[in-house]
Antibody, heavy 117, light 112 residues
Framework: EVQLVQSGAEVKKPGESLKISCKGS????????IGWVRQMPGKGLEWMGI????????RYSPSFQGQVTISADKSISTAYLQWSSLKASDTAMYYC??????????WGQGTLVTVSS | QSVLTQPPSVSGAPGQRVTISCTGS?????????VHWYQQLPGTAPKLLIY???NRPSGVPDRFSGSKSGTSASLAITGLQAEDEADYYC????????????FGTGTKVTVL
């Protein structure tokens, strides 16, 4: 069974850094793209970017380029999303998902990030 | 701002048929890229409902169907049930955004 298990909820202050994780299991982690999706409170889904863990090829949505960093550690089947300096507007639920063909077939449970002073 | 436009809401009585449109352009749906649909129940992660325009993953009831024509796609729900009350999103690929996946604006389905 394919599973994507994300790290727990985070509460941070503006300006702090953060790295959240997504651990894949039940499939060949290095053979599928993993992506990140943002959902701000009461809003829709926004595609942030993707990484291919096999060779760390990474692509970002223009809206998120330079705002976040996506990485992966294939030795532990884990993908990451990180911020160097959080803003209040980063408050959102973040989902990781596995890309199969051009669709997102498997999703993590989500990580809620709250940024507040 | 999403490049795939959906109606904010649709509603129907139990047993009725509802459709949700997803309107794109020549750089995404019209360029021949596949459209996929997701269902997001309240408080949960999205779930793949339709892939490759009209295919259902295992376990998805055949009450859900998808189609695509030109620069648009549609999701139909027949025999609407209370458990279908959720947000629905279309998704495709857009070649004009440095090559990005894009989601639709989302549609809230309400069962009356």
């Amino acid at each position: 069974e394919v599973q994507l298990v994300q790290s727990g909820a985070e509460v941070k202050k503006p300006g702090e850094s953060l790295k959240i994780s997504c651990k894949g299991s039940g499939y060949s982690f290095t053979s599928y793209w993993i992506g990140w999706v943002r959902q701000m409170p009461g809003k829709g889904l926004e595609w942030m970017g993707i990484i291919y863990p096999g060779d760390s090829d990474t692509r970002y949505s223009p809206s998120f380029q330079g705002q976040v960093t996506i990485s992966a550690d294939k030795s532990i089947s884990t993908a990451y999303l990180q911020w160097s300096s959080l803003k209040a507007s980063d408050t959102a639920m973040y989902y990781c998902a596995r890309r199969y063909s051009s669709s997102w077939g498997d999703w993590g449970q989500g990580t809620l990030v709250t940024v507040s002073s | 701002q999403s490049v795939l436009t959906q109606p904010p809401s649709v509603s129907g009585a139990p047993g009725q048929r509802v459709t949700i449109s997803c309107t794109g352009s020549s750089s995404n749906i019209g360029a021949g890229y596949d459209v996929h649909w997701y269902q997001q129940l309240p408080g949960t992660a999205p779930k793949l409902l339709i892939y490759g325009n009209s295919n259902r993953p295992s376990g998805v009831p055949d009450r859900f169907s998808g189609s695509k024509s030109g620069t648009s796609a549609s999701l139909a729900i027949t025999g609407l049930q209370a458990e279908d009350e959720a947000d629905y999103y279309c998704q495709s690929y857009d070649s004009s955004l440095s090559g990005s996946d894009v989601f639709g604006t989302g549609t809230k389905v309400t069962v009356l």
